[in-house]
C-alpha cells in the first residue's frame, strides 16, 4: 500500500479539463512539495512537474499542479492523445529517514 | 545532454546475485545522488535506496536492507545497483535516476528488466 493515494484510473476526451488527485499527510503532502511524473507506454517515468508549477523543458503548460493540506491535484488542460499515460505523484516525506514516498499511480485514458 | 544509460536484461534464477549498472555523462557525476527504482510488472513505482556520489553515503529501502549494495566507480561516471538472495518477485524493470534532491528525479535511465525465474 502506497503512503500517498491516487485514484487507480481517470479518463477524459480531448479538449477536456482533467484532474489526478494525491493524498498524504502532515509529513509529506502537508510539509513539502509534490513531484509529479508521467510515465508514457513502454517508457521510462519522465519528471513532469514539481515545486510550485516547475516544469522541466518541454512540459507543456497545459500541466499544472496544486495543493492544499495534505492533498495535492495534477491537472491537464486541453487534454490530447499523447497525454495518455500513468501520473504518478511522490512527496518527501519528514518521518522516513531521509527517504520520500510515492503514489500508487493513475492511468490516464484518452477516450 | 544528461544521460544515464543502464546495462542489458538479465535473467538470473532464484537466490542469486545481479548487478545493474548506469553509465551517466552531460554532467558532473559527483554534484547529484543516485537513487534506484524498480516497478515490478503492471505495478507501481517502488524507491529502493540512494547513494551520495560524492560522499559514497547510502540510505536503504527497508524492504531492502541487507540484501542490496549500491556503489559508484567515479572514474568512469557509473553507478551500481547489486540485489542478492533474488526471488521471483524481485522481477521488475530496474531504474537508475539522477538524484536532484528532495526526490527531484530529473532524469532516468532507460530500464533493465531483471527476470527472475527457475
Known amino acids: 500500500q502506497s503512503a500517498l493515494t491516487q485514484p487507480p484510473s481517470a479518463s477524459g476526451t480531448p479538449g477536456q479539463r482533467v484532474t489526478i488527485s494525491c493524498s498524504g499527510s502532515?509529513?509529506?503532502?502537508?510539509?513539502?512539495?509534490v513531484i509529479w511524473y508521467q510515465q508514457l507506454p513502454g517508457t521510462a517515468p519522465k519528471l513532469l512537474i514539481y515545486g510550485n508549477n516547475q516544469r522541466p523543458s518541454g512540459v507543456p503548460d497545459r500541466f499544472s499542479v496544486s495543493k492544499s493540506g495534505t492533498s495535492a491535484s495534477l491537472a491537464i488542460s486541453g487534454l490530447q492523445s499523447e497525454d495518455e499515460a500513468d501520473y504518478y505523484c511522490?512527496?518527501?516525506?519528514?518521518?522516513?529517514?531521509?527517504?520520500?514516498?510515492f503514489g500508487g499511480g493513475t492511468k490516464l485514458t484518452v477516450l | 545532454q544528461v544521460q544515464l544509460v543502464q546495462s542489458g536484461a538479465e535473467v538470473k534464477k532464484p537466490g542469486a546475485s545481479v548487478k545493474v549498472s548506469c553509465q551517466t555523462s552531460?554532467?558532473?557525476?559527483?554534484?547529484?545522488?543516485i537513487s534506484w527504482v524498480r516497478q515490478a510488472p503492471g505495478q507501481g513505482l517502488e524507491w529502493m535506496g540512494w547513494i551520495s556520489v560524492y560522499y559514497g553515503h547510502t540510505n536503504y529501502a527497508q524492504n531492502f536492507q541487507g540484501r542490496v549494495t549500491m556503489t559508484t566507480d567515479t572514474s568512469t561516471n557509473t553507478a551500481y545497483m547489486e540485489l542478492r538472495s533474488l526471488r521471483s518477485d524481485d522481477t521488475a524493470v530496474y531504474y537508475c535516476?539522477?538524484?536532484?534532491?528532495?526526490?527531484?528525479?530529473?532524469?532516468w535511465g532507460q530500464g533493465t528488466l531483471v527476470t527472475v525465474s527457475s
Open positions: 511522490a512527496a518527501w516525506d519528514d518521518s522516513l529517514n531521509g527517504r520520500g514516498v
Open positions: 552531460g554532467y558532473i557525476f559527483t554534484s547529484y545522488g
Open positions: 535516476v539522477r538524484d536532484s534532491s528532495g526526490w527531484i528525479f530529473s532524469h
Open positions: 502532515s509529513s509529506n503532502i502537508g510539509s513539502n512539495s
